[in-house]
């Protein structure tokens, strides 16, 4: 056996993050309000701002004051990051800070930014990282999924498989139950945790939960082959379980701010305008930017330069998030006009693939400037992730969406005769007798997420 030792020369890629990335990142998910508490902090840090840089908020109505249109690609290849969608693949961990359940309940943190951080710690690639945010976004308050595998693999154009993998992910994080999207899942990722699973569980969890609205336990437990003492120490162990997993975050007590504003200009036109009386307006001092210039002092030249190019990224990120808003909150308006027109009925199904390929950014872009930004209409405020739904109805002379469809079902339940009222199959044949066609499974699985108790329990005397 010959050993030889000789030199190998290779190219290969590897995935780095610079701290002026990380902080790009980070802008594109804020809401003007965490923005400005972000920028304000950064401004006391850094003596390149002046000041009386920091401008106080103004009246709602000022107008925008980010007139510059800042090109992606401009912004990222002068930091030598490359395109806009270089930067949005590029996704890592941000943080790597600890977490503890505990110190949510001290310090006060949401319930996203506790999956977020967990998830931060887990995520096995920079693509699970995107699509677990995504799922994070769609949690309610209760810890549950109000949306469905195949609708975040369309929204985002990744295989289903992909979504379920990461899904499996978040389902394993505290509190327990939580991303779940009926009641059985989240009392089965309990009882799992907790090593309660029992065969006789399993089968009254996924078979026979439903039927306690209208059924007696008696005549369950026999249908079970159960005597009633064995169905009540096994409804004793669910009891154990918390229906809503993530009640104890509560709500968060940040305020909603509609950065993005949508006026009506008559025939059809709508104005779209960003109020930022809340974002900082933020200049270089030039004084401080010579001195980094001219300074001699080998560390006190490392240190300027290094404020100069933090204050110069915070500018340009703030630009970029800016510009990128408008953009997509544009395209949100033209593909769904006929919703400001009419109303709910014209929602239109919108993939963010649609605008990510409409506005020339990518999909994690979209996402992320979607939650938690907020769009004021003359139809009320809504966070721009409403705007996206992924499922299509074709209605006698228009396709709808599947919010469309939902909200039809609560209008149709609202006007019931509550002592006879609307089963899951009578709530579809109305929807097909307005031209819309809609499965009783697809109606029933709608009405468990607008929270709509079966027909049984709606039935008043």
């Known amino acids: 056996m010959n050993i030889d030792q000789r030199p190998d020369l290779s190219l290969q890629q590897h995935l780095h993050l610079t701290t002026e990335l990380k902080q790009g990142i980070a802008i594109l998910r804020m809401s003007a309000l965490e923005l400005s508490e972000y920028a304000r902090k950064c401004v006391e840090e850094n003596p390149f701002f002046d000041d009386d840089d920091w401008v106080e908020p103004r009246h709602p109505l000022t107008p925008d004051r980010y007139v510059q249109d800042v090109s992606a690609d401009a912004l990222f290849e002068k930091r030598g990051h490359g395109s806009p969608e270089t930067f949005d693949a590029e996704r890592g961990d941000m943080s790597q800070r600890s977490f503890s359940f505990d110190r949510y309940l001290t310090e006060g943190e949401t319930l996203d930014e506790f999956l977020l951080e967990q998830l931060r710690l887990q995520a096995d690639s ?15 308050g209760s810890g549950y999924l109000r949306t469905s595998v195949e609708q975040v693999a369309s929204a985002l154009g990744v295989p289903e498989q992909e979504v379920a993998r990461v899904l499996s992910l978040v389902q394993q994080f505290e509190p327990t139950g ?41 005549s369950i437990a026999r249908d079970m082959g159960l005597s009633l003492a064995e169905l009540n120490e096994a409804l004793d162990v669910i009891r154990t379980c918390n229906p809503r997993p993530a009640s104890q975050f509560g709500s968060p007590s940040r305020p909603i701010w ?16 960003l109020q930022d009386f809340y974002l900082p307006h933020l200049k270089i001092n030039p004084t401080y930017r010579a001195m980094a210039s001219n300074v001699k002092e080998r560390d006190a030249e490392t240190y300027l330069k290094e404020k100069l190019k933090e204050a110069e990224s915070l500018i340009d990120g703030i630009n970029y998030r800016h510009s990128t808003l408008h953009k997509i909150a544009c395209c949100i308006v033209e593909m769904q006009v006929e919703f400001f027109e009419r109303g709910y009925d014209c ?25 938690g930004n907020y769009m004021q209409t003359p139809r009320g405020v809504f966070e721009l992730r409403f705007f996206f739904h992924s499922s299509a109805y074709h209605a006698a002379d228009r396709v709808v969406s599947s919010i469309s469809v939902k909200h039809r079902i609560t209008e149709l339940v609202a006007k019931e005769d509550s002592s006879n009222p609307l089963s899951d199959q009578a709530l579809s044949e109305a929807l097909a007798r307005e031209g819309v066609s809609v499965s009783r499974r697809t109606v029933n699985k709608y009405r468990e997420e607008l929270g709509i108790p079966a027909r049984a329990a709606r039935r008043r005397s």
């Open 126 to 140: 920079p693509h699970a990282m995107a699509i677990g945010e995504y799922l994070i976004g769609n949690i309610d």
């Open 178 to 218: 939580v991303g779940a999207r009926n009641l059985a899942e989240c009392l089965e990722l309990q009882l799992r945790k907790n090593g309660k699973f029992t065969p006789t569980l399993e089968r009254l969890v996924k078979s026979h939960l439903a039927e306690f609205e209208s059924r007696t336990p008696a």
């Open 258 to 273: 509609p950065e993005v504003v949508v006026e009506a200009c008559g025939n059809g036109e709508y104005e779209v305008s």
């Open 347 to 371: 929602l239109r199904p919108l993939t963010m693939v649609q605008v990510a390929e409409a506005t020339g950014v990518s999909e994690s872009t979209v996402s992320r400037i979607a939650s």
